[in-house]
């Protein structure tokens, strides 16, 4: 199975999940930054940082994040960065820099039940997630973790039809990861820790199932 044309596709903001950052995790005289706002920022943030020029948006600051931030240390309450470490090439320093600047955060990214997932990209290809992206990630034991987003996942079977089931929910679409102090990740590599051939599809499945028990966690806050 595989998403096609007529399926509906959750590619922009949850809005219950920004509603629950803004009214429940971020209070009201919190100084917040978004990394990476693009066409749609988050309308909580007093500051944001991108690669590209963005001219309507208020301090505004051009930085490609691989390197340090233009900010101090513990400079803001809240980071919000949604979308920005699977297409980077290095999201570790970005990470670091996050940490460093920030007191607490929410970073998302794509699930590894949508990177899966055949036609999820615009025009509905039959290739597994997002042809641009570098990683897949996913959040267990309180940590973001990373791996390459190898081509053989091409040729490896799941579990599809519950993959397409478990897509039709919003929420199922993104990583979601809250932190504080710090960012804790992991960037897991072959062979030190894992070995591609034999292992790289029993991890992606433990990742997805780690994904949705995470996501389904978090929601039951939201929805209370």
Known sequence: MALTQNSTKFWHPDQKMIDWLTEKKIPADAKVLEIGPGTVPFKRANAY???????????????????????????????????????????????????????????????????????????????RGYHHHRWIVWTANKEL????????????????????????QQRYWNTHYLWEDRVNYVHRQSPMDFNIPTDFALMLADAMQASKTYTDDLYFPINA
């Open 145 to 168: 973790r990373f791996v390459t987003k190898y081509p053989l996942i091409e040729y490896l079977r799941f579990k599809e039809d519950e993959i397409d089931e478990w897509l039709k």
């Open 49 to 127: 940082v991108d690669f590209v020029d963005i001219p309507d948006l208020e301090n505004f600051t051009k930085a490609d994040g691989t390197g340090k931030l233009p900010y101090g240390d513990k400079e803001f309450d809240f980071i919000y960065c949604r979308h920005v470490l699977e297409d980077s090439w290095n999201p570790f320093t970005l990470c670091e820099e996050m940490s460093r600047v920030g007191k607490a955060g929410y970073i998302e990214t794509p699930s590894p039940i949508a990177e899966l997932c055949r036609g999820i990209d615009g025009s509905s290809p039959p290739f």
